[in-house]
């Protein structure tokens, strides 16, 4: 115990071997430390310029529009709403054992996406729907959801259809080609009305 008794002196020695300096009661202390050099270069400002560029307007683009020989705005079916959402019913000229019933909906400002049942020969099957409507052309591709049989090859409509009547994009016209498991099996002529 001797020992750690005078451990403890000489540390208590070393402490208050250190320089002190008695201030009177209300002085600062001034550091003993030098401070670190806080200079930092003077950023480069340059003054703001006050002159405005001129404006110039710009012209809107009217999308889809059409100018005729006189070059003014012709009113036609380009000026209908770009909407195809709704149910739509697919009749083939030459196929009349096929039909298609689609709900379709805008995905984007031009995307068509749908979902729907394709009859053949009195049975229908489910089908998808995608595909692309700017002015006043609907291009389609329908596909079957799924195969009737594990070893029945998928249908596939490519339609490229366009307004025929401009209320409301109601009814559109034009061809189809039918392919199944990327066969050729067939093209044609098809009409598509807005219920």
Sequence with gaps: MRLESLLLFIILLSCLSYQTCALEPGEIAAPSIKAANMNMPKPIITSPSMDTPEAKPKQQAIPDSNLNQTGSMSTNLTQVTNDVSGKWSIKFDDRPD???????????????????????????????????FAGEELILTVKSAESEYASQKYDEYDLDLFVIDDTANSTLSGTYILMSGGEFLGDGNATALKH
């Design 98 to 132: 096929r039909s298609l019933d689609l709900t379709l909906w805008s995905s984007g400002r031009t995307n068509i996406m749908g979902y729907g049942t394709l009859t053949k020969g009195g049975a229908g099957n489910s089908v998808t729907a995608s595909g692309s």
